[in-house]
């Protein structure tokens, strides 16, 4: 026993190292400009930064500005409930989860990715082979309850015949998730990227991905506090609309965009490429075919009994920053 707890602690020491900061603030770089708003931007495994930091979209913003990471959304919502974080960028079901308890929270983009990017995850030589075979098991689930991988099991279990009741759910950090996972502590892992790419590519076999499940739709958030301010609300515009530029240099670049986010991230490149692929990264403002596709989810999420009361999307949406 004593073993596996020590293989479990230098595998989360290393993934902690191999990603910068996934389990605390990372205060990173304050952009020089004489404009005295400072923008917190919020992040989870160091993705939006590495896309930033590789398009060079950030150079010569007209404020301050610093990163904020974080491992999962649950963290990175409670830090931006606080009014410690300006942006937030979250699967479709976190920013519902985070809005069920956050009057104001908002929802100011959308990123386009793939439900590809996160699945159920078993070891190679698991006698599991597929969804059903879940059934009487633990499943744990990175990162809290209302994850986009609580919502991907639970859409696995029914395409299956399941009910949710007839597997055992626990909520995990996914760092610790991914030591747990390599050292053969976890059974199956429902997780998202970068967890999930890494994990595969050292080795885990997909049960079953969010293809079909998952939106594959992602937000960018900010609180109303910081929209009311008018220096912060352009600055916000501004961030956003490099954000997008950025994403549109990724599309365009994936070659290149893999390697600087390997190096970046310090994960392994075969992992990089496959995570920048199906990643969301494509930004745009808040359409009504968004609202209406994350609505199906909030109600979906509500009769399911995993959120805990019914998020009308429309009413958290600013569509255009340019308008007060």
Do not use: C
């Amino acid at each position: 026993m004593s073993e596996s707890i020590s293989t479990s602690a230098r595998l989360r020491r290393r993934l902690l190292a191999a990603l910068p900061g996934l389990a605390a603030l990372g205060l990173v770089r304050l952009a020089k400009a004489a404009n005295p708003t400072t923008l917190v931007l919020g992040d989870q495994a160091g993705g939006t930064r590495a896309l930033a930091e590789a398009a060079k979209v950030l150079d010569g913003a007209p404020y301050a500005y610093r990163w904020a990471n974080f491992q999962g959304a649950a963290p990175l919502f409670e830090a931006q409930r606080a009014g410690a974080v300006d942006l937030a960028p979250a699967g479709d079901l976190p920013v519902l989860a985070a809005a069920a308890g956050d009057p104001q929270l908002r929802i100011v983009a959308t990123r386009v990715g793939s439900g590809a990017q996160l699945g159920i995850l078993v070891a190679q030589d698991s006698p599991l082979r597929r969804v059903a075979d879940l059934k009487g098991r633990t499943v744990h689930v990175s990162s809290a309850r209302g994850s986009i991988s609580q919502f991907q099991l639970y859409g696995a279990l029914a395409e299956a015949g399941l009910g949710r009741d007839d597997v055992t759910v626990r909520f995990i950090l996914p760092v610790d998730a991914f030591a747990a996972f390599a050292s053969g502590a976890i059974d199956a892992w429902a997780t998202f990227d970068p967890y999930y790419g890494i994990a595969v590519q050292r080795g885990a076999r997909i049960l079953r991905d969010g293809t079909g499940i998952n939106s594959g739709l992602g937000f960018i958030t900010a609180p109303a506090s910081a929209l009311a301010d008018p220096q912060k609300r352009v600055a916000i515009a501004d961030a956003l609309a490099r954000l997008q530029r950025a994403g549109d240099w990724a599309v365009a670049n994936p070659a290149a965009y893999a390697q600087i986010y390997a190096t970046l991230t310090r994960a392994p490149l075969d992992a990089a490429r496959h995570i920048t692929q199906r990643a969301a990264l494509r930004q745009h403002p808040v359409a009504a075919a968004d609202i209406d596709t994350l609505q199906k989810v909030a109600d979906r999420a509500y009769r399911e009994q995993i959120l805990p009361v019914r998020i009308d999307v429309g009413s958290i949406v600013v569509k255009d920053l340019a308008r007060g």
